[in-house]
């Protein structure tokens, strides 16, 4: 079944602790992007990938580290920097379209992050 | 005015009836709007694109209107499980790249 893995399911942290938050995919598309979920919020942009070897800032991406070292795969690292990383990370891919956002984006089921 | 904006419910509708909302967008110059839904705690699923001409799947119907800039879901005879949150989706547009999300909008579909 093709479709978008995200490990681990639940993730915790001590603070001053790098983490990396795992997303592969096996649609083929060329697209990639990392959206963080706060309560009651909705999905703000952190990073974005639309081709291997090339990766573009959201919204949100100071303490915020990915790279795309192959089409498969976008890893996000939640650096120390991020002064409240507590949220749900979801990772999603596309197609790739003449802009990022024309094509709809098919989502993992995501990670929560919590700091001890 | 908010880029994307939502009424957040929650909507308590009874089984069997006819629900809409609607979600107000603030950029003309956006082309793409999707519908998703998203299960507590859950990754959100895309439940339709919405094309300029209106569509529709099953028991959603999806309209644009361009003219006052916000795009519409109507649920007929809905059940249990439409119980969720609804989350419209309309690309940031002129030039720039992403989507933007609306916090959403509950459902609850009551027996």
């Known amino acids: 079944d093709g479709g978008i893995t995200q490990s681990p399911k639940y993730l915790f942290r001590k603070e001053g602790q790098n983490v990396t938050l795992s997303c592969e995919q096996n649609l083929n598309h060329d697209a990639m992007y990392w959206y963080r979920q706060d309560p009651g919020q909705g999905l703000r942009l952190i990073y974005y990938?639309?081709?291997?070897?090339?990766?573009q800032k959201g919204d949100i991406a100071e303490g915020y580290s990915v790279s795309r070292e192959k089409k498969e795969s976008f890893p996000l690292t939640v650096t120390s920097a991020q002064k409240n990383p507590t949220a749900f990370y979801l990772c999603?891919?596309?197609?790739?379209?003449?802009?990022?956002?024309?094509?709809?984006?098919?989502f993992g089921d995501g990670t929560r992050l919590s700091i001890l | 005015r908010k880029e994307v904006e939502q009424d957040p419910g929650p909507f308590n509708v009874p089984e069997g009836a006819t629900v809409a909302f609607n979600c107000t967008y603030s950029?003309?110059?956006?082309?793409?709007f999707f519908w998703y839904r998203q299960d507590c705690r859950k990754e959100p699923k895309l439940l339709m694109s919405?094309?300029?001409s209106g569509n529709e799947d099953g028991r959603f119907t999806a309209q644009l209107n361009r003219a006052s800039q916000y795009i519409s879901l109507l649920i007929r005879d809905s059940k249990l499980s439409d119980s969720a949150t609804y989350l419209c989706?309309?690309?940031?547009?002129?030039?720039?790249?992403?989507?933007?999300f609306g916090k959403g909008t509950h459902l609850i579909i009551q027996p």
């Open positions: 990938s639309q081709i291997v070897n090339d990766f």
């Open positions: 999603a891919s596309s197609i790739q379209g003449a802009r990022v956002g024309n094509q709809p984006q098919h």
């Open positions: 989706v309309v690309n940031k547009g002129g030039g720039a790249d992403g989507l933007t």
């Open positions: 950029n003309s110059a956006s082309q793409s």
């Open positions: 919405v094309y300029s």
